[in-house]
């Protein structure tokens, strides 16, 4: 009896990896192809943020440990076509194993470069990104921020994001490289910036939390070093969709 039961264990063992084999090389086949797609990716994209996106190129390739995927000029426009917020390139490595257990994409690697932002501050004290809409329990925010906390690791690097508050100056911010750490409730994450004009100076950061930073009952640390005499008049924003 224990020995049929192993027989039949081996066989499904065989199965899945005859199975997972087959799905391995049809991606292969079918990768390359990925690229006639864009619109319908920035069809998608745009579903689920809830505006127009944009993406200029669309590249993807096989590597040793499976796919990657290079997306280049992603922007989200203003009714008069201008992007609001802007990426450069995003590279995507997905995680085979994981993206199969969970049944939607997760990164292995996941890199952002030359990103601009812009962010307004809100009457109720609030800051928003320009280009997301407001509104609702599930914003276009939250969307975005469901998907960085589902990825164990993200980096930014050579990124810019610029403060707006009404009756201020706009305060400029160069963001040389920021990473963020995700472990089950746990999330790190951590950088370097450069003041741009005015007071100038650069400082690091790095911010924990255990649990989900967008709720009231997370515990949370800060921990900043600086350089000049800029860092006491940067605003700490509370992000909002």
């Not at 995507?92 to 996941?110: E, G, M, Y």
């Not at 599930?138 to 998907?147: M, Y």
């Not at 980096?155 to 305060?171: C, E, F, M, T, Y």
């Amino acid at each position: 009896m224990l020995r049929a039961l192993l027989n039949k264990l081996w066989l499904l063992v065989a199965f899945l990896l005859v199975a997972i084999a087959a799905v391995v090389s049809l991606g292969r086949l079918m990768l390359p192809e990925l690229p006639r797609y864009r619109a319908e990716l920035e069809r998608v994209a745009g579903e689920r943020l809830g505006v127009p996106v944009r993406i200029q190129a669309l590249e993807a390739h096989w590597a040793l440990s499976g796919p990657v995927l290079r997306l280049r000029g992603v922007s989200l426009p203003d009714p008069q076509g201008r992007p609001q917020l802007s990426l450069a390139t995003v590279d995507l490595a997905l995680d085979i194993w994981r993206s199969a257990l969970l049944a939607k994409p997760v990164a292995r690697r996941f890199e952002i470069a030359g990103a601009d932002a812009q962010l307004d501050k809100m009457p109720d004290g609030s800051w928003r990104v320009r280009g997301l809409p407001a509104g609702g329990e599930d914003t276009p925010l939250d969307t975005v921020l469901d998907t960085l906390f589902e990825q164990r690791f993200l980096s930014v690097r050579d990124s810019r994001i610029a403060l707006h508050q009404a009756g201020k100056p706009v305060l400029p911010i160069a963001l040389r490289e920021l990473s963020l750490n995700n472990n089950a409730r746990m999330h790190q994450l951590a950088g370097e910036a450069l003041l741009v004009g005015g007071e100038g100076g650069s400082f690091r950061f790095v911010l924990e939390a255990h649990g989900d930073p967008r709720r009231d009952d997370t515990r949370s640390r800060v921990y900043l070093a600086s350089s000049g005499h800029g860092l006491p008049s940067i605003p700490l924003p509370r992000l909002e969709g």
